[in-house]
C-alpha cells in the first residue's frame, strides 16, 4: 500500500514560484517512476511532468523551462518547482506513481493578481 501526499500550494501572483512536494509512504519509492498532474475546473488531468527512476524528466510543453521536477529517494519525496507562473497553470496539482492507481488527493495552486 502507497500513500501520497502533496503540499505546497497555495495562491500566488503571475511570474511567481511554488514549490510542490509529495511525500510517499511504504517501501520501494526509489524503483518508481513518478508524475506530476493538474486538472483544472472542468477540464481533463493531464500530465504535467515526469521522473523516471533513474532520474530522467520529461515535461508537457506548456511547461518546459518553467517547472522543474526532481525526487529525493532518500525522504521518498517528488517535487514540482514552478518559476514563472501563468495564470493558466491555476489547477488542482495531483502526485502519480506512474502505471499505478496511486494518487495523492491534490493541492491546489492559483495564480492570479
Known amino acids: 500500500q502507497v500513500q501520497l501526499v502533496e503540499s505546497g500550494g497555495g495562491l500566488v501572483q503571475p511570474g511567481g514560484s511554488l514549490r510542490l512536494s509529495c511525500a510517499a509512504s511504504?517501501?520501494?519509492?526509489?524503483?518508481?517512476?513518478m508524475a506530476w498532474y493538474r486538472q483544472a475546473p472542468g477540464k481533463r488531468r493531464d500530465l504535467v511532468a515526469m521522473?523516471?527512476?533513474?532520474?530522467?524528466?520529461n515535461y508537457a510543453d506548456s511547461v518546459k523551462g518553467r517547472f522543474t521536477i526532481s525526487r529525493d529517494n532518500a525522504k521518498n519525496t517528488v517535487y514540482l518547482q514552478m518559476n514563472s507562473l501563468k495564470p493558466e497553470d491555476t489547477a488542482m496539482y495531483y502526485c502519480n506513481v506512474v502505471r499505478t492507481l496511486y494518487w495523492g488527493q491534490g493541492t491546489q495552486v492559483t495564480v492570479s493578481s
Open positions: 521522473i523516471t527512476s533513474g532520474g530522467r524528466v
Open positions: 511504504g517501501s520501494g519509492f526509489s524503483i518508481n517512476d
